[in-house]
């Protein structure tokens, strides 16, 4: 059994002979603080510059890299990552994926009134009640300022309003509590769209296509959802029924013995 | 001294006349689409109209291979600055022009912004040029089907007497009444074995429409048959020749039925869209 490619690479021979060297020249130092800061405990039992550390450190930072400082969220890095993947997967699964585009409403009036710290807490709970309302498939991140992205997969157009709706009313019906025991009300305006299916596209043209709906959200008043559905190409057996009714198709071995005289298509 | 005129090729007139534009589409892929196309401008040609048939199958086009054309210079050059507009526009057999995608470019498989304004910006400089420009576009139901299709005045649906092509059909006047506002839709039938069956299919179509379509104006779209292309060996035969069936066989079946869908097509008032 040939061992897999990923064992060949070996960490300790190479620059781990002495603590010293290991941290000069991996810089480990730095990460070790950085991952500090962000609340990182080095694994106990593990000892120090051995190869399991090294690789909670690694993972330590790559989780690091891939979230919102202030939040926790999935960050704009991590986020673009996802809709790559799933829109490729949408185009060759054709199974319906959302993607919401969330933006905090009068959020400037926030700052500008109770300071930067309290527009902190708000983005804060904002993001906390956004990850409560989704499925453990669905990730949630902070793109903007105060704009958040969230990529629901598999969610039928025929649930997309709803999905979306009950997640702005949950954070318009959620307080925020900010210093001196004040309370927010905070709302969000929701701009959706869903992946082309069984094509290939841009997830910029995805994103440009929610965007529009979050601009048309707002223009409307804000505190509210609106959705870019997809074209209705489905034809429901009703429709079939009335399509073939009266038509009889020529018989099959009949269609099929002289097909010849369409061009091929290439594939 | 006539003749001598006519030898020539006669120079691009400057008038200020803008194209009728017809985009060409079906949902199914492999109903004959593009061979129709290629036929159609040929039979509109030969009534003394400038022809421009704009192949934007843009990943999968085949335009060249039905017209047997290699092309040194394709809209990608086009795109690209490699190349002016004026230099892709080749003479195609059947004495009308075409402006080629290039096989195989499967990267404007992908609807981008880009591409889109190239697109416009291409068909908006060729439209004074000729009166009548056809859009072959692709298979399916595609952003960049619906936005070839979006770009013409009046759309031709192309089906065969099967069951999928009519469903697909049906779904692109759908989509097409409901996304573009369309309240009129041509339909032709390709590939008929029977006399009758494509009234007959477009009867049956237009009574699902009213049925169960409404575009936003609030109206189902009006279903204009054009007429049917015949079940016919000579287009098999030309296919595998790679020429038109009008000029291989121009008596045959046909051919026959492609100069009575133009001429039907060319009789009708051009719908505002």
Known sequence: MQEPAIASIDLAPVALAGPDAASDGLRLDQALSLLAQAGWQPPPHVARHSQAWLQTVIDGLCDLSSRDALTGLANRRQFEAAIAREIDRVARVGEPALLLLADIDHFKKVNDTHGHAAGDVVIQAVASCLQDCVRPMDLVARVGGEEFAIILPNCPPAFGQTVAERIRLKVAHRPVAIVGGQQLHVTVSFGGAFAPQWVRSLTALWSERADQQLYRAKAEGRNRTCLDMPPQTSVSAEEKGLLFGNFTPPEASEASGHTGDAPITTP | ?273
Do not use: W
């Open chain 2, 1 to 273: 001294m006539m003749a001598s005129m006519l030898a020539t090729e006669s120079p691009p007139v400057q008038t200020t006349r803008i194209a009728r534009t017809v985009a060409v589409t079906s949902g199914k892929g492999g109903v004959g689409k593009t061979f129709f196309s290629a036929n159609l401008a040929a039979a509109i040609s030969r009534q003394g109209l400038k022809v421009l048939v704009l192949d934007a199958d843009l990943g999968l086009a085949n335009l060249d291979v039905v017209l047997n054309l290699y092309p040194k210079i394709t809209l990608h050059d086009v795109f690209t600055g490699k190349a002016e507009l004026d230099e892709a526009i080749l003479a195609a057999p059947g004495g009308f022009s075409v402006l080629l995608a290039g096989s195989g470019l499967v990267e404007y498989s992908r609807l981008t912004p880009e591409i889109r304004d190239q697109l416009h910006s291409i068909f908006e400089s060729v439209k004074p040029r000729f009166d009548v420009i056809i859009i072959d576009t692709g298979a399916g139901i595609s952003d960049v089907v619906l936005h070839a299709v979006s770009m013409a005045n009046e759309v031709v649906v192309v089906a065969t007497p099967e069951p999928t092509s009519m469903t697909d059909a049906y779904a692109t006047i759908k989509v097409l009444a409901a996304q573009q506002g369309r309240e009129q839709l041509n339909l032709v039938v390709n590939q008929v074995t029977r006399p009758g069956d494509g009234r007959a299919i477009c009867n049956q179509l237009q009574q699902v429409v009213e049925r169960f379509v409404q575009s936003p104006s609030g109206s189902p779209p009006r279903l204009t048959y054009l007429g049917d292309i015949p079940q016919d060996v000579s287009v098999r035969e030309a296919v595998q020749k790679r020429q038109l069936v009008l000029e291989l066989h121009p008596g045959s079946p046909a051919s026959q039925g492609l100069v009575q869908v133009a001429t039907r097509l060319l009789a009708r008032t051009p719908v505002p869209h």
